[in-house]
């Protein structure tokens, strides 16, 4: 080969300045999500958060305007019709089999007793279950909300553990959940002791997403505040 023939060969494969090489090694990274994407993905958009309310809305009506029956009916069939809308659109059903579960199982209760108080007591026990679940892992140096935190936004990395501001801010955040946990479904528990079986349900509705929300809000807002990268996967 001659030497012109040489060079012509070493020039075509000469990387160019464009590439990710020249350029100084690995692609850049994707940006971070922004914080009304992180919210929204957590809630499953608004349609995750309607899907979610519309069974219990149906059973708090229709009991309100017939009786505990039709409500049970009418309320699990809503759940499955929209765990099945979900599966043929092959679209996430992660919500709407959350929601048929609580559904389901309170439906039976109220079924077998004839007390429509008794659809709400799995959410009453299940919600305190959560606030005592909040405070161990307080006590233990654990705090849940990093963990979940680690596993939905950080690919599943424990690093915030040896960073003692991010491990004091997913304390305090984990006592606020536990807290409002608390308050929220201490109300409702003393609804169903005052046989108030319609402001319950009222109960029930205004105390489920919002306040989920708002603290879902304050988390994402406050651990972007305290650590940029904190939401960056491992």
Avoid: C
Wanted: charged share 15%; aromatic share 10%; glycine share 8%.
């Amino acid at each position: 080969m001659s030497s012109s023939d040489e060079g012509a060969h070493m020039t075509a494969h000469r990387p160019t300045d464009q590439s990710p090489q020249a350029a100084g090694g690995d692609a850049p990274d994707a940006p971070m999500p922004s914080f009304a994407e992180q919210l929204s993905a957590q809630l499953g958009g608004w349609r995750g958060m309607v899907e979610s309310a519309v069974p219990v809305t149906v059973f708090v009506v229709i009991n309100m305007a017939a009786s505990l029956r039709p409500a049970v009916i009418a309320s699990v069939s809503v759940a499955v019709a929209i765990a099945i809308w979900r599966l043929w659109q092959r679209r996430p059903v992660r919500y709407a089999v959350n929601g048929l579960f609580g559904i389901a199982l309170g439906a039976v209760i109220a079924w077998r007793t004839g007390d429509a108080r008794d659809f709400y007591l799995p959410g009453i026990f299940i919600s305190y279950g959560y606030a005592a679940l909040m405070l161990i892992s307080v006590a233990v140096r654990q705090p849940v909300v990093g963990w979940i935190w680690s596993v939905i936004m950080a690919g599943g990395s424990s690093q915030w553990r040896s960073n003692p501001r991010l491990l004091r801010t997913f304390t305090w955040l984990t006592l606020l959940w536990a807290v409002v946990w608390i308050l929220k479904v201490s109300i409702q528990a003393g609804l169903y002791l005052a046989d108030q079986e319609h402001l319950l349900g009222a109960a029930r509705l205004i105390l489920g997403t919002p306040p989920y929300l708002v603290l879902l809000a304050v988390t994402i807002w406050v651990v972007r505040r305290v650590s940029p990268d904190a939401s960056e996967p491992a």
